[in-house]
């Protein structure tokens, strides 16, 4: 039995619920490393763009792109970088 692919737009809404909300916790804490910072946007990179049945990476955009509003031409992914010092910001 062969799963399905999931369609963009299913995995732009996964990308913005699951894949923001489940660091959302700590790095509303803690300021984590860069490196952590490149790997969960490695992870929901990935997710993005990886086809099931070919295994590779096509970019449609960069990921600055991605992370802009509809309006500016994005698809309105939160910069995790950015949207962790928000988050930091409010215990100051």
């Known amino acids: 039995m062969e799963r399905e692919i999931l369609a963009a737009d ?3 809404c996964l ?3 699951v894949l923001m909300a489940l ?15 490149k790997r969960i946007i490695s992870i929901q990179r990935s997710f993005l763009w ?4 070919e295994k590779r990476l096509v970019t ?9 509003s509809m309006e500016e031409g994005g698809l309105r992914i939160k910069d995790i970088k950015i ?3 928000a988050l930091l910001a409010k215990w100051k």
Not at 50 to 53: D, K, L, T
Not at 60 to 68: A, I, P
């Open 10 to 12: 299913g995995r732009i």
């Open 15 to 17: 990308v913005k619920s």
């Open 23 to 37: 660091p959302l916790f700590y790095l509303s804490l803690f300021k984590a490393l860069t490196l952590v910072y």
């Open 50 to 53: 990886v086809w099931e049945r």
């Open 60 to 68: 449609w955009l960069s990921w600055e792109k991605v992370c802009k």
């Open 83 to 85: 949207f962790t010092s």
